[in-house]
């Protein structure tokens, strides 16, 4: 038979913590011969920032309880302290000893050995008896050590990679050209790998340019700053630094992982099938790149993209004239 569902108090993103003042806690009456009034202190939520404070109840619950029980992730546990997640806490009198001890609990067994199993005789050596560790400790260190070793092997490996550090060197040219820094080295880099690929005299002459662009000293500049710095150039200006934007050309298309690289061989047959074989390579790399990147795809503006093609010339600027919202209704 399935448990009932408890009622628990509704809670939000954080717990709700009132201060005092403007909020005055109530005073509670305990005994019958000897009443003595106690009230909810507001410096337990310094001690504990787990408690959560219900006005309506006058009562303290445990937040991160509460959350996990509406989200159904307690379900397995039978041990639950429901003082903490129904009726919630009134009584003050042992509240530094009560908050401690539910805190250390959460419902987390302490480490244990798991059962112990003797080794078939087959992979035994000699006559020794078998060892087990003495304490749990003892066990789970080993089995700590190798995840974190291989976690950061995972990470040495992932940036410890050629074309990892081909994309680090070009973006690093352009930061630190930009920003009035040394990039010999990172220019020597770019060189080796590059070949003959760049006019590498003419590439720094280019670079020092591109530095009187920006505020010299200027360490904020991101790479973000330069993509938009290119932008604003008409088509004369990038000639006059040719060489840079093949760099930065080049740095925007090198793929950070292999997904990418992956997804357009994977779209390829998708795009390019036997009764489409007679595309030009222009067309199928822009198809391409809007195939790939739909999520950029859907947010572009069909009435900004008509009126930039427009614009293009005079004469489909005399014939369309400007799109405005209203037409894209009038095709729908």
């Known amino acids: 038979m399935k448990p009932k569902k408890l009622q628990v108090p509704v809670v939000g993103t954080e717990p709700h913590q009132p201060s005092s003042p403007p909020f005055k ?3 509670r009456e305990f005994g019958k011969k000897n009443v003595v009034k106690r009230s909810f202190l507001p410096q337990w939520f310094q001690r504990w920032p787990w408690l959560h404070y219900c006005e309506d109840m006058d009562a303290a619950f445990c937040f991160i309880c509460v959350k996990a029980y ?3 992730k307690l379900n397995s546990v039978s041990n639950l302290e429901t003082t903490y997640i129904t009726s919630g806490y009134t009584d003050g009198k042992d509240a530094c000893v009560q908050f401690p001890n539910h ?5 987390i067994s302490p480490p244990g050995f798991p059962r112990r199993r003797k080794a078939p005789r087959r992979f035994e050596e000699g006559d020794a008896e078998s060892v087990f560790p003495e304490t749990p400790e003892d066990y789970y260190r080993p089995i700590y ?5 291989l976690i950061t092997t995972s990470i040495t490996d992932r940036f410890n990679r050629p074309g990892y550090n081909v994309f680090h060197n070009v973006q690093n040219l352009i930061l630190k050209a930009v920003q009035g820094l040394d990039y010999e080295a990172e220019l020597k880099c770019v060189a080796n790998f590059y070949t003959t690929d760049f006019n590498y005299e003419l590439l720094r002459t280019q670079l020092e340019i591109l530095r009187a662009n920006f505020t010299p000293n200027q360490t904020s500049v991101k790479i973000t700053d330069v993509t938009e710095f290119f932008k604003a150039m008409t088509p004369v200006q990038r000639e006059l630094l040719s060489e840079v934007c093949q760099l930065f050309q080049l740095l925007l ?3 950070a992982t292999n997904a990418v690289s992956e997804r357009s061989f994977s779209a390829l047959r998708r795009v390019k099938t036997y009764l489409c074989l007679t595309m030009a390579q222009d067309r199928l790399n822009h198809i391409m790149t809007l195939h790939i990147y739909r999520g950029l795809t859907d947010d572009l503006s069909l ?5 930039r093609f427009i614009h293009g ?3 489909t600027e005399q014939i369309f004239g400007k799109f405005v919202a209203t037409d894209i209704k009038k095709c729908d």
Do not use: Q, W
């Not at 805190?103 to 419902?107: D, F, G, I, M, V």
């Open 25 to 27: 806690f109530p005073r």
């Open 70 to 72: 509406s989200e159904n």
């Open 103 to 107: 805190e250390s609990s959460r419902y």
């Open 145 to 149: 050590f190798e995840a974190l070793d």
């Open 253 to 255: 298309v090198i793929p």
């Open 303 to 307: 009435i900004e993209s008509a009126n």
């Open 313 to 315: 010339s005079d004469h």
